[in-house]
């Protein structure tokens, strides 16, 4: 897995090599990039060689290795996302950035289990964003390396043809576990939140969190099959008396909030896969695990990646690790 943090100056010979890059970093250094095989999204944070850091001077670089290769970026609006999958070809790996809080990136979150061919083919990427400290003022926007065009309503999405006789598998890493407090179930799916049912009982969700002291850090998590999912916490407004998520809740699905982690380090690299090496191609850690973590100046194993606003891996995740791997196809 080859990745690094390079400078616009040092970037312009490697996208002009025509190889498929995924890029990361502030709006204006990417603005600044010539046209090629390239996407993009607006994102200050990353997990380095160094450890998590924020910069805003260089950009990082995904090089697509192992034989992968660009076959055509594609643009999508709220109102095309849903083809996202049946465009894939049989042999295809799909790259997407969509920017946060977008139509498309609600569109994507809400609606994404049900699209056409869901999950037939990997789909891995993340949510662009902005330095926290300019939540309400900045523009998370992802770029079209082919036209250099920033756009704020759209989704890209990079097709990645796989060499014969390697599979793609993407993965998950999920720290977090429900804990043992009450359930609570949402009326109707969305970003957002007022009254809820709370272990059976109707109560307002930003009341409950302030009267418990429940600690926002910790993500809301579902039990989907076995696999735990996590939506995280955006804020808590006291005048409106409503709770915003980074992703949505669904309506009827029951939560618990997570139970403490200890130390994320320790508990990400006890359960990460030993030896992941070359066959590593993607991953993205998420901003609130940066935040909440501790993880600026701290390793996570050898894995490097954008820290970002939310996780593709098929749908949008949140608090998780998303890592893509290429391997020897077997049988």
């Given at each position: 897995?080859?990745?690094?943090?390079?400078?616009?100056?040092?970037?312009?010979?490697?996208?002009?090599?025509?190889e498929g890059l995924l890029l990361a970093g502030d709006?204006?250094?990417?603005?600044?990039?010539?046209?090629?095989?390239?996407?993009?999204?607006?994102?200050?944070?990353?997990?380095?060689?160094?450890?998590?850091?924020?910069?805003?001077?260089?950009?990082?670089?995904?090089?697509?290795?192992?034989?992968?290769?660009?076959?055509?970026?594609?643009?999508?609006?709220?109102?095309?996302?849903?083809?996202?999958?049946?465009?894939l070809l049989p042999s295809d790996v799909g790259f997407m950035?969509?920017?946060?809080?977008?139509?498309?990136?609600?569109?994507?979150?809400?609606?994404?289990?049900?699209?056409?061919?869901?999950?037939?083919?990997?789909?891995?990427?993340?949510?662009?964003?902005?330095?926290?400290?300019?939540?309400?003022?900045?523009?998370?926007?992802?770029?079209?390396?082919?036209?250099?065009?920033?756009?704020?309503?759209?989704?890209?999405?990079?097709?990645?043809?796989?060499?014969?006789?390697?599979?793609?598998?993407?993965?998950?890493?999920?720290?977090?576990?429900?804990?043992?407090?009450?359930?609570?179930?949402?009326?109707?799916?969305?970003?957002?939140?007022?009254?809820?049912?709370?272990?059976?009982?109707?109560?307002?969700?930003?009341?409950?969190?302030?009267?418990?002291?429940?600690?926002?850090?910790?993500?809301?998590?579902?039990?989907?099959?076995?696999?735990?999912?996590?939506?995280?916490?955006?804020?808590?407004?006291?005048?409106?008396?409503?709770?915003?998520?980074?992703?949505?809740?669904?309506?009827?699905?029951?939560?618990?909030?997570?139970?403490?982690?200890?130390?994320?380090?320790?508990?990400?690299?006890?359960?990460?896969?030993?030896?992941?090496?070359?066959?590593?191609?993607?991953?993205?850690?998420?901003?609130?695990?940066?935040?909440?973590?501790?993880?600026?100046?701290?390793?996570?194993?050898?894995?490097?990646?954008?820290?970002?606003?939310?996780?593709?891996?098929?749908?949008?995740?949140?608090?998780?690790?998303?890592?893509?791997?290429?391997?020897?196809?077997?049988?």
């Amino acid at each position: 897995m080859r990745t690094h943090l390079y400078e616009p100056g040092d970037l312009a010979p490697l996208i002009r090599r025509g190889e498929g890059l995924l890029l990361a970093g502030d709006e204006k250094l990417l603005r600044q990039l010539p046209r090629g095989n390239w996407i993009g999204g607006t994102i200050p944070y990353f997990m380095s060689e160094a450890g998590g850091l924020v910069d805003r001077r260089h950009v990082f670089v995904n090089e697509l290795t192992g034989g992968l290769r660009c076959n055509g970026i594609r643009r999508y609006g709220a109102d095309e996302i849903a083809r996202v999958y049946t465009d894939l070809l049989p042999s295809d790996v799909g790259f997407m950035i969509a920017p946060a809080w977008s139509r498309v990136h609600l569109s994507f979150a809400l609606h994404a289990p049900n699209y056409e061919h869901f999950a037939a083919r990997p789909l891995a990427g993340w949510i662009a964003g902005t330095h926290l400290a300019e939540l309400k003022t900045g523009t998370p926007r992802v770029f079209d390396g082919t036209s250099g065009e920033a756009l704020d309503d759209q989704a890209v999405v990079m097709q990645v043809s796989l060499p014969r006789g390697k599979v793609a598998e993407l993965d998950v890493l999920n720290i977090f576990h429900q804990g043992g407090g009450p359930t609570i179930s949402f009326p109707s799916s969305g970003f957002s939140a007022t009254a809820v049912e709370i272990d059976g009982r109707r109560r307002n969700l930003a009341e409950y969190i302030d009267e418990v002291g429940l600690d926002t850090r910790l993500p809301l998590v579902a039990d989907c099959c076995g696999a735990s999912v996590n939506v995280s916490f955006l804020g808590v407004d006291p005048v409106k008396a409503e709770v915003r998520f980074y992703g949505p809740v669904f309506a009827d699905i029951p939560y618990r909030h997570a139970r403490p982690v200890a130390d994320y380090v320790s508990a990400f690299l006890s359960s990460l896969p030993p030896d992941l090496g070359e066959s590593l191609v993607f991953s993205c850690n998420c901003v609130l695990n940066y935040l909440h973590s501790g993880l600026e100046g701290r390793k996570t194993g050898d894995i490097v990646g954008p820290i970002t606003f939310g996780e593709i891996a098929y749908q949008l995740l949140n608090q998780t690790m998303v890592y893509l791997v290429v391997e020897d196809a077997h049988g």
